[in-house]
């Protein structure tokens, strides 16, 4: 099944080919490490992990770069503010982000280039923009000149014309026009600045990531990527300079994902509307922000709710729940009745059933059909999905069931397949746990305890006031602790005599009926019991 993705270039969906068959070279922009990342570029990251994974598993050798711009006018900023050395508050920033990777278990790229470090790569991709007079020096500043660019506009569709200087750019007299953007920024007092043949100072925003995509994956590539606001100006720059410096330059595809909202307005540091990805992961776990994250396609804008945040943690502790279900019940049978048949055979114990095979196909088909059509995650989780996590624990039901030794054997081996092929899912989308079941369990209840305000000893022992109410016939104060302690995210499940709590989407409380209704209702009931004593 050929792999389609959505080039940003030529705004349509094209069939992915490498440029070096069986390798592929991919570099997405990353953070400019000043403060704490939050959910937008938790997205970025996420989705691109997701390609690289899918990559990998479609067979290709990878090298994915990743970029942290340590060197920025923000950062300057941030390190005055705190009387911190902007080079250390920086790294200090790039760990963090690191930090927040591992949690949401994305992988490491191949490459993560950080700007101090490659400052002669700058610098000869500046010197050769201004061999082929595509860049002109004034006061120390080096400044690219558009009007060499004939294609400037190519990826953004903005016309020349209506360009402004650039976001990160003020206006400057001196430029030859406007929309000139700087190479090279000419040192100034007390900001940290490199020696350069136009004297001591520091590169622009845009040119770093044409250096260092160069410097790591050549001129020629194959994906470029980052969020949509990248598109114009830092990506159309990157174009018109990577182009300026080589005549060659290309990349295959430019895919972007989209803008996470916050009350469907774009989450940014900028508008203060942020949440970091730290604050959301003290509460929620960090797989269940990868989960909501892969919840849209990565093209479409996400809105941030506390009701899908609190959706995708359910989501996540049922499939763990599913999954360690399975294992204990194909562990406790590989040491009980079918230990010598599962022993004296190896392998593939039995044929699987039908229902199996099918269950196998439909998730198999269905999970190729959405990656290969532009890495359409959204769907996956749903559908085949969990009709593979029903057949588990309906099978599981069955395995328990006294049955012939050839069907139980056979029921065993079907759910080792189709556990398998689900945790193949996981894997490429990142969820699969890097412990154990029983332990990202135990986490996501002490989030959904934390998310209520309580501690275990308190559910414990509301459950055990549930216990003496129920034996009291106390029927109304029992549903009430229920109903209290399911507002709160908690839910009470009865498994024969025994009563045990996991996390859920919290429900509202139905709100309290006005008096009036309150009387209306008294007075029905009271007349349908005069009816029924008559």
């Not at 490491?108 to 201004?130: F, G, L």
């Amino acid at each position: 099944m050929e792999l389609k993705v959505y080039n940003s270039m030529t705004q349509q969906k094209e069939v992915f080919e490498p440029k070096t068959p069986g390798k592929v070279g991919m570099y997405v922009c990353g953070v400019t490490a000043y403060d704490l990342s939050h959910l937008g570029h938790a997205r970025a990251a996420v989705s691109f992990d997701i390609f690289y994974r899918y990559l990998q598993h479609l067979g290709y050798e990878v090298t994915y770069v990743r970029n942290f711009t340590d060197v920025d006018d923000k950062i300057i900023r941030r390190a005055n503010e705190l009387g911190e050395n902007p080079l250390s508050l920086s790294d200090r920033y790039c760990q963090e982000y690191l930090v927040d990777m591992a949690d949401l278990q994305c992988l490491p790229p191949t490459h993560q280039p950080r700007v101090s470090n490659h400052m002669e790569q700058i610098k000869d991709m500046i010197t050769q923009i201004i061999n082929n007079d595509c860049a002109y020096v004034v006061e120390g500043d080096v400044f690219f000149a558009v009007d060499k660019s004939p294609n400037y506009g190519q990826l953004s569709g903005q016309k020349l014309e209506h360009n402004r200087a650039g976001e990160r750019v003020a206006v400057d007299s001196r430029k030859r026009n406007p929309a000139d953007f700087a190479l090279w920024k000419a040192a100034k007092p007390g900001e940290p600045s490199w020696d350069s043949p136009w004297g001591p100072g520091r590169p622009g925003w845009h040119i770093e990531c044409s250096a260092m995509s160069a410097h790591y994956l050549t001129f020629k590539f194959d994906i470029h990527g980052g969020g949509i606001d990248l598109i114009f100006p830092h990506h159309e720059n990157e174009i018109a300079q990577s182009c300026a410096a080589c005549q060659e330059s290309s990349v295959g595809y430019w895919m972007h994902n989209g803008h996470v909202t916050n009350n469907n307005e774009k989450m940014s540091k900028s508008l203060g509307n942020f949440f970091t990805i730290r604050q959301i992961t003290e509460r929620y776990h960090p797989l269940a922000l990868r989960h909501f994250l892969i919840s849209a396609h990565y093209r479409s804008p996400l809105n941030y709710t506390v009701l899908q945040l609190e959706s995708s943690s359910d989501a996540v502790f049922y499939i763990y729940q599913t999954l360690l279900d399975c294992e204990v019940a194909l562990s406790s049978a590989q040491e009980g009745s079918l230990k010598d048949e599962i022993e004296k055979k190896g392998g593939k114990v039995a044929p699987i059933t039908k229902s199996a095979e099918d269950c196998i196909s439909k998730l198999r088909s269905e999970f190729r059909t959405r990656m290969s059509d532009d890495l359409n995650t959204s769907p996956i989780l749903t559908g085949a999905f969990q009709d593979a996590l029903k057949f588990i624990n309906s099978s599981l039901n069955l395995l328990k069931k006294k049955q012939p030794k050839k069907q139980q054997l056979s029921m065993f081996q079907s759910l080792v397949e189709v556990e398998r092929e689900v945790k193949d899912v996981l894997g490429i989308l990142g969820l699969l746990p890097p412990g154990t079941y029983s332990e990202v369990l135990e986490q996501l209840k002490e989030k959904a305890l934390k998310r209520a305000g309580l501690v275990e000893d308190d559910v414990l022992r509301l459950i055990e006031e549930r216990v003496t109410a129920r034996k009291n016939k106390e029927f109304s104060k029992s549903d009430q602790i229920r109903a209290d302690l399911t507002t709160k995210g908690i839910a009470l499940m009865d498994i024969g005599k025994e009563t045990i709590w996991r996390p859920c989407v919290p429900v509202e409380p139905e709100p309290e009926a006005p008096p009036a209704e309150k009387e209306q209702k008294a007075a029905t009931t009271a007349a349908t019991g005069e009816e029924q004593k008559a």
